[in-house]
């Protein structure tokens, strides 16, 4: 069972720029899929972007050309870059993973996808 350990959030005027990270437990090179998903204030966990085992990227269309997604093998490392933040991006940013091996999810940013959480980071931004 791997476990997922997030960290990098705070707080952050809108147009600037923050980066999440994900710690993994284990070797996720070729093994996992991983996603970052986020939960603003009275609202449900949405995928936000998605990396599969080939490297395949999947955003939502909110972030798409403002957040980058990117794996460290070498760290079992997982990274949100988030740019010209908004304040509709103040969320938890939650990080997750599925062994998924080769195999491509067939909705990569549906939370179904995924059994391992982390605790999740805070992400404030202010207009």
């Known amino acids: 069972q791997v476990h997922l350990v997030e960290s990098g959030g705070g707080s952050v005027q809108a147009g600037g720029s923050l980066r999440v990270s994900c710690a993994a437990s284990?070797?996720?090179?070729?093994?996992?899929?991983m996603a970052w998903f986020r939960q603003g204030p009275g609202k449900e966990r949405e995928g936000v972007g998605a990396?599969?085992?080939?490297?395949?990227?999947t955003y939502v269309e909110s972030v798409k050309g403002r957040f980058t997604i990117s794996q460290d093998f070498a760290k079992n490392t997982l990274f949100l870059q988030m740019n010209s933040l908004k304040p509709e991006d103040t969320a938890v940013y939650y990080c997750?993973?599925?062994?998924?091996?080769?195999?491509?999810?067939?909705?990569?940013?549906?939370?179904?996808?995924?059994?391992?959480w982390g605790q999740g980071t805070q992400v404030t931004v202010s207009s």
């Open positions: 284990e070797d996720i090179y070729r093994r996992y899929c």
């Open positions: 990396i599969d085992s080939r490297d395949r990227i």
């Open positions: 997750a993973a599925s062994r998924c091996g080769s195999i491509t999810p067939l909705q990569p940013l549906d939370v179904r996808t995924y059994n391992y």
